[in-house]
Each structure stands twice: as C-alpha cells, then as structure tokens.
C-alpha cells in the first residue's frame, strides 16, 4: 500500500516544524558544576557553575538539605551528610550562549559540621566535598 502525495508532503512538513521547533526552542538545562572549593578564611563554598542562556545574570538559589548520619563508620563519631542544591531560576532560558558564573555559599547556617555537603543542580549533576 503506498501513501498518497498528500500524506507524503504532510509527514515531510510535519518532520520539519518538528525539527525548527527543536531548532527554536532549545533551553538551558545543562547547569554543569566547575571547580568546587571550600575557603576556611571566608567560611564558605565557592561553586563554579557552567550554564547556558540569552543572558550572563542568571540567579541561582540556595536549597540546603537536612543533615543525617551516615552508618557505617566503626571508630570515633558517625560521619554526617547534608544536600545542597543550587538551582538556576532561569532554567527556561533560551541556550544562546555558555556562561560561567562562581557562586559564594556561607557555611554560617550549615546545620551540621563537620559534614560531606552533597552539591546538585539540575539535570542531575553532582559533586560532593567535606567540610570540617
């Protein structure tokens, strides 16, 4: 059975608004973490992010996860972790361009110390370092 001109013509058209909609409409969803550094003189994290977007002033929020023991450990106290996700709230932006932005994290409210802070941004990227 063969399809008609008609047919073939719209499944051609269709294939290429599908491919000028990806074209058009890419966004930035690729935050990847640089460098990572824990400054003792500031107290605080220095989180090199790579990101992409129309813009070089994208925000970045803070989420701090709870603390928790980790088990395992057979001498001195048990070890701790905490989850720290640094979030782009410009995540829809238009992927015209990559920027690098370092963002400063106090560790003054970090519920627990010493402590292996969990770093995430999206999509699913992560780094981990301690913190004494």
């Known amino acids: 059975m063969y399809a008609s001109a008609w047919q073939r013509n719209r499944i051609s058209l269709l294939a290429i608004l599908l491919a000028l909609t990806i074209a058009t409409t890419t966004v930035a969803k690729a935050d990847t973490f640089g460098p990572v ?62 920027y690098t932005k370092l963002i400063k994290v106090p560790l003054a409210g970090m519920p627990c110390r010493p402590a292996t802070v969990n770093l995430w941004t999206s999509p699913n990227q992560t780094r981990s370092i301690t913190i004494p």
């Open 37 to 98: 550094h824990y400054d003792p003189k500031n107290n605080q994290l220095l989180v090199t992010i790579h990101y992409r977007g129309t813009n070089p002033n994208h925000h970045f929020s803070i989420q701090w996860g709870r603390c928790r023991k980790l088990h395992g450990q057979l001498h001195g106290p048990a070890p701790r972790a905490i989850a720290l996700g640094i979030l782009d709230e410009q995540g829809n932006d238009a992927a015209k361009r990559r």
